[in-house]
């Protein structure tokens, strides 16, 4: 067998090179004109997948973008290990922000290969592939079973993976699951997510008047669909930025103490952390430290106002309505359900006469905390190790990967999130990269990853 290390020294260009083919392909799930290129990248790897000894399949579990499915050659009585991903990635704009690259044109500097899903998620997600192609040209590849999950809307807002699990879950049953779309705690701290947050993700339309009107005829009379709403979202949070709606914290636990004190043993810098987006400080609940405020707490954050006029010039009116998109991160046992309905209580409660309201759910799903006891757990530390040459720690993840949760109760509660991308490489924003010293690390922890869990199960 070919050690991994002289493997990667002799096809590490080759390797980057497909990546940046594969990066090359803009895949934007969410807008209609690149729907041919979303499948592209679909067919891309079906092609990539099926040199390396794979059989493929492309399902059209919707009506733009195939999910991909793969399994290796089936070793009878040997567990199996089920990788998931995701092909598409985030819209560009504005363009006039890449300065390093244009989006679809991956740039190498510093270390680092530039372009729109590199960090999220073909970068990462190349790097399983890649472990995959050294294993299957080995004589003695580990005794384990391995299907890839690749979806194309993940980024749309539409992601179909969920409703693509609950029907297949024959023909994905397996053992294990590992992804690698979440973040490393920072450069140096290769990282195992052990902890997501959930997300509850709303829009509130108020409507009042037929139509716009005089606000010098009617102001002071008719109520004014925008004031009413500035007026609720001014009233979320109490003196202490905690969420008012009754009920909401009661079933939000405390980390235990031996968790928190691990917690704050990470180097978790304040001041950096705010500087990183151009600000000197924040805002939060008052007796949580920063790092528990984005990983550990619920939130509540207005992503976007609609209402009235905002053209040029002014335009002196009471608005006929006014919206609202907002979100909450949900930590685990919180149920995004009951929320929904405590939520539209609270609003209805506080709706001033002449004012209707329509509170549209836009998306949905619960937090999701993993046992570290789990053997699979400890193997992928061992993994991660081999690969980046320290240990790793395990953290939880501020945002929400809602396919998680779904593989957890479906599939298997061996559920494994291997970090490879940093949270400054812009993920979702322009200039995105992807270091490829990671990409080479992630590469050797898959390698090994495979090795690890075909021994865990014989043991």
Sequence with gaps: MQPIAEYLAENALNLKNELIEFLKIPSISCQEEFVPECRRAAEWLERCLTKIGFSVTLYPVSSRHPMVYAESPKIEGAPTLLIYGHYDVQPVDPLDL???TSPFEPTEKNGCLYGRGTSDDKGPLYSHIAAAA???KQPNRPNLNVKFLIEGDEEGGDSTAALFVEENADLLACDYVVLSDSTQFAPGFPSITCGLRGIAAYELTLTGPVQDLHS?????????PCNVLCEILGNMFDENHRIRIPGFYDEVRRLPQEDLEAMRLLPFDDAGFFSSVGVEDGLGEADMTVHERITIRPTFDINGITGGYQGEGGKTIIPAWASAKFSFRLVPNQDAEWLTAALSRWIQEQ???GITMKLDVEAQSGGLLLDLKRPCMKAAARSMEFGFGCAPVFTREGGSIPIVAKFSRRLTPNVLMLAYSQKTDNAHGP??????TNFIHGIKTNVKLWQELSIEEEN
């Design 98 to 100: 890449w300065t390093e």
């Design 134 to 136: 050294y294993w299957m």
């Design 216 to 224: 010098g005829m009617f102001g002071g009379a008719v109520t004014n």
């Design 351 to 353: 709706l001033p006469p």
């Design 431 to 436: 200039n995105e990269h992807f270091s490829l």
